[in-house]
């Protein structure tokens, strides 16, 4: 498997799950597209484009940041723009850029339900809408086009609803992308699947949700191993999946999971949302 001259473009990249997958993929020397909107650092946030794309370099592989704020057609349409000019193409979209409020119905302001799907949703729509002629001539040319989304398996299930109802359907709206997307692709030859984690990862976003444990999480690593194996698979006989990591590494012969805990030999971990 290998990802070397890959072109990719990953949303909210600058740290987490997103930059992660980008430093596996630059070892194998892939050409990786930041799109964040974060050029400052932040002490609550630490990672900007720029940190990112140093590690991307380092790891092996190049690197182009961009600053974009997803909930901006213009800036989506120029980051692609900008993209292509610089690489001469994209293979692979990875629509990571996430946002999160877990609230009931009553304690969701407008604000937050609005940034939830301006992001997950439209930003992911607009942007696989706005990768999709280029991912058409990946695929023409033979490169193995994919758009991977981190979204969950779709469930009708009202547990998951009940407490964070706004959240769940702007995520849900990522899943449905994946849905729609794949088949309306498949044709074009173009994979469209989603990844989620089996357990809560360790990120800057989750440290900052009161009551987290996070000794009781894995690392972004595991997401970053899984993607991998994913986008090394024929995008004409694998898509519209919803894959969980851990079982997506044990297809490829990983299930000694310890090394992505946060503290290895930790034997019960914190699930992660949309799982039984």
């Known amino acids: 498997m290998s990802l070397a001259g890959k072109r990719i473009?990953?949303?909210?990249?600058?740290?987490?799950?997103?930059?992660?997958?980008?430093?596996?993929?630059?070892?194998?020397?892939?050409?990786?597209?930041?799109?964040?909107?974060?050029?400052?650092?932040?002490?609550?946030?630490p990672g900007t484009i720029f940190t990112a794309a140093d590690e991307?370099?380092?790891?092996?592989?190049?690197?182009?940041?961009?600053?974009?704020?997803?909930?901006?057609?213009?800036?989506?349409?120029?980051?692609?723009?900008?993209?292509?000019?610089?690489?001469?193409?994209?293979?692979?979209?990875?629509?990571?850029?996430?946002?999160?409020?877990?609230?009931?119905?009553?304690?969701?302001?407008?604000?937050?339900?609005?940034?939830?799907?301006?992001?997950?949703?439209?930003?992911?729509?607009?942007?696989?809408?706005?990768?999709?002629?280029?991912?058409?001539?990946?695929?023409?040319?033979?490169?193995?086009?994919?758009?991977?989304?981190?979204?969950?398996?779709?469930?009708?299930k009202p547990k998951w609803f009940k407490n964070n109802l706004a959240y769940t359907m702007a995520k849900y709206g990522m899943s449905m992308c994946v849905l729609g997307m794949s088949e309306e692709f498949r044709r074009d030859g173009i994979a469209v699947n989603a990844l989620w984690p089996r357990t809560a990862i360790d990120t800057a976003a989750l440290a900052m949700i009161p009551g987290v444990d996070l000794s009781t999480c894995r690392k972004p690593e595991i997401l970053a191993d899984a993607a991998y194996a994913i986008l090394n698979r024929s995008s004409r006989d694998c898509t519209g999946n919803f894959y969980i990591d851990d079982e997506v590494l044990a297809a490829e012969g990983v299930t000694d999971l310890d090394h992505y805990s946060v503290v290895p030999g930790t034997k019960e971990f914190l699930t992660d949302f949309f799982l039984d």
């Open 56 to 156: 991307i370099r380092a790891a092996g592989g190049k690197a182009f940041p961009i600053q974009c704020d997803i909930r901006d057609e213009e800036q989506i349409t120029n980051a692609i723009a900008q993209t292509v000019d610089e690489f001469g193409g994209v293979d692979i979209l990875v629509n990571n850029a996430s946002a999160i409020n877990l609230t009931r119905t009553e304690q969701t302001p407008a604000k937050r339900f609005d940034l939830m799907f301006d992001v997950n949703v439209r930003g992911t729509f607009l942007t696989s809408q706005a990768a999709i002629p280029h991912l058409r001539k990946s695929a023409e040319e033979g490169r193995n086009p994919h758009i991977l989304n981190l979204s969950p398996p779709l469930s009708m």
């Open 9 to 45: 473009f990953i949303t909210g990249g600058s740290r987490g799950i997103g930059l992660a997958i980008a430093l596996r993929a630059a070892k194998d020397g892939a050409c990786v597209a930041i799109a964040a909107k974060t050029t400052e650092v932040n002490p609550k946030l």
